[in-house]
């Protein structure tokens, strides 16, 4: 082994991770996925939303989940993030403690504890991440004082650093989030979802419906925080370029299942599966 | 090189390539089947420069994209030598390929790949961070680099997005360059500059040799590779066909490889 090679610690392994909704019919599994054309079972009682999906993320490094709508993409994320309960696997995290722990096997009490300052979420839709009602550092203060900071000066304190890294002129922290545009709540969203410094980031979509060169300042903004901050990063994504800009290894799933995983750039240059070929020329047209 | 001239046994060459093969299945073109790479063997070592040559659809760009995995090798090895260790590069898990692209060697392609918000200055200060320079040093050496490079200092705060190709081409030698890993893979790193810039890139690639670094480049031009290159290797169908000095292997390569 070459000795320099800073080979960084494995914070999230998702083994086998599967979602059906409706009927929980192991048969399901065989009539679906993209051999089958659909993530639907025949007699429409089950969806496959996703099945035997196995990644890992270590420390300082994006991963990128790629795919069309209904492929199961964001599925996935939601049962990392726990907003779905999953319907087999495991999703281990390495914890701030060091033991390990499998996410699924939670109780939900204990999952949203985690979402405290051990694993945040930015969603496409702000409103999912924010109380638009709420000022921009009301939601950055109520995750502080979830994590159990009581002081007042602090946590304006910490709030404004946050502001201010994620580029939310200061003047704007006292006015309610839903008199900002797009691209100033997803930044507020940033600066709520790294609030606690949690090691592992799930984005969904995280530029998705923005103005393109409103799209390009979260993105960089994005970018440098993922490498700076060092987290582990899920990034789910319909859009090539945020894939290639973010992440250096990633994932495309069809109909519930993955169907290629390479370096990122590997699998937009030389893709092997049909149906990554496919998607990769139309991207490029 | 005194170094090497006094130790009983040669370092072994940086880079090893033995019968490395690819071939594309375009499975939307009736799983038409294309042959990049029918078996490469090459080595490169420490301070050596080997230039590949050849008319275009040779395999020359393969052989580097195989190297540095943006294509995915479908038969052969490469190995990559440092004096703690080597990797088969071929082999290597993907996440462990991720962890040393860039460190342990790295690829300049004609094409500047930088966020597009970020000027000249940070993305290349960013490239030595990234191989682990302290950030006031990545960016006094950035700075040398862009100035060499005819870089104007009026442009390292704009965004690179809008610099001009050759200028967009500058900066991404200088990142590509600084603080260098020992291997680098040149991909037609000048092929948009003028004269002038041309010149000074030319010398910037040619003082990586000096100080060691092994070197395996794509150029379009045969006077680049007379000047630079210490071996040419010349490719036809995916081969390499023919190997030696530049001064033995150029000159009846006129028409061929430009």
């Known amino acids: 082994m070459i000795g320099a090679s800073p080979m960084r610690p494995t914070v999230l392994r998702v083994e086998q991770l599967g979602k059906i909704f409706g009927s929980q019919d192991p048969a399901a599994v065989a009539q679906t996925g993209p051999d089958a054309g659909s993530e639907k079972s025949p007699d429409g009682s089950s969806v496959v939303a996703a099945w035997d999906v196995s990644f890992d993320v270590a420390s300082g490094e994006a991963f990128g989940v790629i795919g069309e709508s209904g492929s199961g993409k964001s599925t996935v994320m939601r049962a990392i993030a726990g907003d779905h309960s999953a319907s087999a696997g495991s999703v281990w995290m390495q914890r701030r403690d060091g033991s390990t722990s499998d996410l699924l096997t939670m109780s939900p009490s204990e999952r949203r504890a985690l979402r405290v300052d051990e694993l945040a979420v930015v969603y496409q839709d702000a409103a999912e991440g924010l109380d638009l009602n709420v000022t921009a550092g009301g939601n950055i203060a109520d995750r502080l004082t979830a994590a159990g900071c009581r002081h007042f000066g602090q946590i304006r304190e910490r709030a404004a650093e946050l502001l201010e890294r994620t580029e939310v002129p200061l003047d704007r922290m006292d006015d309610l989030v839903r008199t900002f545009s797009g691209g100033m709540r997803q930044r507020v969203q940033l600066a709520r979802a790294l609030a606690n410094r949690p090691p592992i980031v799930l984005f969904d979509e995280p530029t998705t419906g923005l103005d393109a060169s409103v799209a390009a300042g979260v993105l960089d903004l994005i970018r440098s925080l993922l490498e700076e901050l060092g987290i582990a990063a899920v990034v789910v994504s319909h859009d090539f370029a945020v894939i290639e800009m973010l992440t250096s290894r990633c994932m495309v799933m069809q109909h519930g299942r993955v169907v290629e995983q390479g370096l990122t750039d590997q699998l937009f240059e030389d893709p092997q599966a049909p149906y990554t070929q496919r998607l990769v020329a139309a991207a490029r047209a | ?258």
């Not at chain 2, 060459?13 to 093969?21: D, M, T």
């Not at chain 2, 063997?41 to 275009?56: I, K, Q």
């Not at chain 2, 260790?85 to 462990?96: H, I, K, R, S, W």
């Not at chain 2, 670094?213 to 071996?231: E, P, Q």
């Open chain 2, 1 to 258: 090189m005194n170094s090497q001239q006094q130790d009983a046994q040669p370092r072994p060459p940086v880079l090893s390539v033995r019968g490395l093969r690819k071939h594309f299945v375009l499975h939307n073109v009736d799983g038409r089947n294309v042959n990049g790479l029918n078996g490469v063997d090459l080595d490169v070592s420490a301070g050596e420069h080997v230039a590949l040559a050849g008319s275009s659809g040779a395999g020359k760009s393969t052989l580097l994209k195989c190297i540095y995995r943006t294509y995915l090798p479908s038969a052969g090895t490469a190995t990559l030598r440092s004096p703690t260790g080597e990797v088969e590069l071929t082999a290597l898990a993907d996440a462990e390929l991720a962890g040393i692209r860039g460190r342990q060697f790295g690829y300049v392609s004609q094409f500047l790949r930088a966020e597009p918000r970020r000027g000249a200055l940070d993305i290349v200060a960013r490239a030595g961070v990234a191989r682990g320079m302290d950030r006031a040093v990545a960016t006094e050496a950035a700075a040398v680099s862009l100035r060499r490079l005819n870089v104007d200092e009026s442009l390292w705060d704009v965004f690179a997005s809008v610099l001009s190709g050759g200028e967009k081409q500058r900066v991404n030698l200088a990142a590509g360059t600084i603080s260098p890993p020992q291997l680098l893979l040149l991909d037609e790193p000048v092929s948009a500059l003028d004269p002038a810039n041309r010149e000074a890139a030319l010398e910037l690639i040619s003082d990586l040799t000096s100080h060691g670094v092994a070197v395996l480049a794509v150029f379009h031009d045969l006077d680049a590779m007379a000047r630079l290159a210490s071996r040419v290797e010349v490719m036809r169908d995916g081969r390499i066909v023919e190997s030696g000095p530049p001064g033995e292997v150029l000159h009846h390569l006129e028409g061929v490889a430009r």
